[in-house]
Structure formats: C-alpha cells, structure tokens
C-alpha cells in the first residue's frame, strides 16, 4: 500500500488540478460584483441522509485557496447524517469562500455516496469475519477521494495502483503462459529489481487455485466469478496457505452469502463505481 506522504501528495495534486480546471485565470462572476476585501459566512448544508465525508478534504481545499479562511467543524467524517444537518460553517473572504464553493461540494458529494455505500456493505457483513475491499475502478484523477471515502465508511483499501502490488489476473496469466510461469516470472522479477511487493493471483475455477498453491510465496488468491459452493471448496483447500478474497458482480443480495463461506475478503466495484451524490449545498449565512 502507498505510505501516508504519497496519498497526501495525491490530494495536494487533486486539488491543484482542480482549482486550475475551475478557476482559470479568475472567477470573474465573484470578482464581477464582490469587492476583493468583502468578508462572509457560509454553512454546509446537508439536504439526504447517509454517511458524511470529505470533511478534512474540504478544509485542506479552503486552506489551499485561501489559508485565512477558518473552518467551524459541527460533524465529522463517518458521521450519520440526515436532511437540515449542517456540517460547518466556513468563514473569511467571500471570493475565497466562492472560488473554495464547487471542488468542496463535487468531492463531499461523491465522497458521501461512497462511504454511505460502504457503510451499507459493512453492515452487511456484521457477525462475519469477512472485510469490504474497494478497487481500482475509480474515477480517472481523484482515486485518492474515492479511496479515502471507503476508508471513511468502514471499508479497506485494496492496493493503490499498479504500482504498489503485484495482482495476476487472466490476462497477465494467459499472456505469461499460465498460471505457474507467471508466479514464477513474477517472484524472480521481484528478486532481481529489488522490490517487496505482495503477490495477489486470480483463479478462475477450483482447478487453478490448486495450482496456485504449489507455488510459494502468494500473499493472497482471488476467486473470480465463482458460487457459493466453489467458493467454499476453495476456501478449504487453501487453509491458512494464504488469504482469499471473492470478486465479480457480488452485490447487496449476495454479499453476505459469499462472506459465509469464509473468504478473508470481498471487493466490490460498486463501491466507487455505482453510487449516486449525496446532495449537499453551501449557503451563505
């Protein structure tokens, strides 16, 4: 998984980018009719009902734009929400306020969604031993966002990128020549570049899983698109040799059926992929 200063330079990145996309050279509406030294307040309204997140987002966002602005935090991230809550109350120059309003609101809303769905998803699973992973289906350029809102709701961050774990699926396998060349390959790629990267390999039946066991050194195996019993069959044969996680169009229906047969984990696409805004506004008081 990436350290803590590398997911912090991703939201300093996200948030540049994002400023740079909406402000330009200047947000001429505000600087048309608001005089520069004109000061206000505005509340972060909550108009749904779910999980609260972006909330430290927000607050970076307002310091990043204008580090004069000071925040009146009411709820924090993770927090129950409903219709009339208002979640702080940001104050200072109106224009930084305005030019803060969009990226704050884009990201809480999306974050919200996601960690109101993970939450869902984590209740789900209450009574098992089974944990909600996220994946990389994310929304190209605010990864970091959609992550942190898993986290937020309950959930755990499966790996980052391509960068931080070594994952084989079916087309890294078939490529490499089968599942054993390509575990093979791959620990002696990790050898020679000097890199300590976990090994995850996907198995499409109950067939590859046990190939997938005379190798050494896979961290974890994930069962694809299998049932209920290949899943349990699946769990047996592997004991304690490495982890095991279930993936492919699980969803509330099934969730917990898939957590009873005892994988370790279940990701789930739907987190980040299949979510609708929290509507929240902000408002001048």
């Known amino acids: 998984m990436i350290s803590k200063e590398q997911f912090q330079h991703e939201i300093e990145g996200i948030i540049k980018n994002a400023i740079r996309e909406d402000v ?36 970076q966002v307002f310091a990043y734009v204008d580090s004069k602005l000071e925040v009146e935090e009411l709820m924090g991230d993770g927090s129950e929400v409903r219709y009339g809550d208002i979640a702080f109350y940001v104050s200072g120059r109106s ?24 939450r869902s998803y984590v209740k789900l699973l209450e009574g098992t031993a089974t944990k909600i992973l996220d994946t990389r289906k994310t929304t190209p350029g605010i990864r970091a ?77 994930l069962l694809d698109n299998f049932d209920y019993t290949e899943t349990k069959k699946a769990v047996q044969l592997i004991g304690d040799r490495c982890l095991t996680e279930s993936s492919g169009n699980i969803n509330e229906e099934t969730l917990r059926n898939y957590a009873e047969c005892g994988v370790d984990y279940i990701s789930a696409g739907a987190l980040t992929h299949s979510v609708y805004n929290m509507d929240l506004s902000l408002k001048a008081v």
Request: charged share 30%; proline share 1%; aromatic share 6%.
């Open 24 to 59: 330009g050279d200047g947000d001429h509406s505000s600087l048309a009719c608001i005089p520069n030294d004109a000061h206000g307040k505005a509340k972060l309204l909550v108009k749904d009902e779910g999980i609260l997140a972006g909330i430290e987002f927000a607050k």
């Open 95 to 118: 224009q930084s306020i305005l030019k803060s309003e969009r990226l704050v609101l884009n990201a809480m809303q999306r974050m919200s969604a996601i960690a109101s769905k993970t």
């Open 145 to 221: 966002l959609e992550k942190w809102a898993v986290k937020i709701g309950g959930g755990e961050n499966h790996r980052f990128a391509l960068f931080d774990m070594i994952m084989l699926k079916d087309n890294h396998i078939d490529f490499a020549g089968g599942i054993t060349k390509a575990i093979a390959k791959t620990q002696r790629y990790l050898s020679e570049s000097g890199r300590d990267l976990k090994i995850i390999v996907e198995a499409r039946n109950l067939e590859e899983v046990g190939e997938i066991l005379k190798s050494d050194g896979v961290y974890q195996i």
